[in-house]
């Protein structure tokens, strides 16, 4: 069964600083997901990983991917109130379309002024 | 731009209740899905849907639950038989059959419907 791991599970930061959430899985997949949920709301997709070593950034966010360590990274640089939400990472490991997502338990990050 | 959307937003039911959520996936899709999230946890996959056909379930989706593509662009899942452990937010997703651009088969969300069983 696959797991997908996220730590940590809360993070309280002020603006400001540069923290990363973690994200390890548990069997091989090239294709993960950052989503973005705010409070009552939907999932908001955030970044699409596709191979081993795929880097990419908006804003203040930027996500990585290390297929052979299994693990993902999303890094924010001086955070600022707005990015207040839960994260979650997402795994696929079909090779087709429709297949499922298996995501981690989220991480939910309060920025403070 | 074309979204996933989902009603009603917020249903409440009586346990044994049965009930229908609907979705109407982005057009051109063909795969299309549903998730649960129960308040404060994670989101788990339900089922998945191709052609017509169940392609996924878990293990969560028993007997109680079902899916239906009744018309050219509704989907829905139905509970028979509502508990109370059913209370989430249900979501549908939809996905495109064929690789976009980066070879990515992205799943896009809907807003969700709130299901409270009481």
């Known amino acids: 069964e696959l797991k997908v791991e996220q730590n940590p599970l809360f993070l309280s930061m002020q603006e400001g600083k540069n923290y990363t959430i973690y994200c390890n899985y548990s069997?091989?997949?090239?294709?993960l997901y950052w989503y973005r949920q705010d409070p009552g709301k939907s999932l908001e997709s955030l970044f699409v990983l596709l191979s081993n070593g795929a880097v990419k950034q908006e804003g203040r966010l930027m996500a990585s991917l290390d297929t052979k360590a299994r693990l993902s990274t999303l890094h924010i640089t001086a955070a600022v109130h707005d990015l207040s939400a839960t994260y979650f990472c997402?795994?696929?490991?079909?090779?087709?379309?429709?297949?499922?997502?298996?995501f981690g338990e989220g991480t939910q990050l309060t920025v403070n002024p | 731009e074309p979204e996933v959307t989902q009603t009603p937003s917020h249903q409440v039911t009586q346990m044994g209740q049965e009930v229908i959520l609907r979705c109407v996936p982005i057009s051109n899709h063909l795969y299309f899905y549903w998730y649960r999230q129960i308040l404060g946890q994670k989101v788990e996959f339900l089922v998945s849907f191709y052609n017509n056909e169940i392609s996924e379930k878990s293990e969560i989706f028993d007997d109680q639950f079902s899916v239906e593509r009744p018309d050219g662009s509704n989907f829905t899942l139905k509970i028979r038989s509502t508990k109370l452990e059913d209370s989430a937010m249900y979501f549908c997703a939809s996905s495109d059959a064929i690789l976009t651009s980066g070879g990515s088969y992205e799943q896009y969300f809907g807003p969700g419907t709130r299901l409270t069983v009481t």
């Open positions: 069997t091989t997949s090239d294709r």
């Open positions: 997402a795994v696929d490991t079909r090779e087709t379309s429709g297949s499922r997502l298996t």
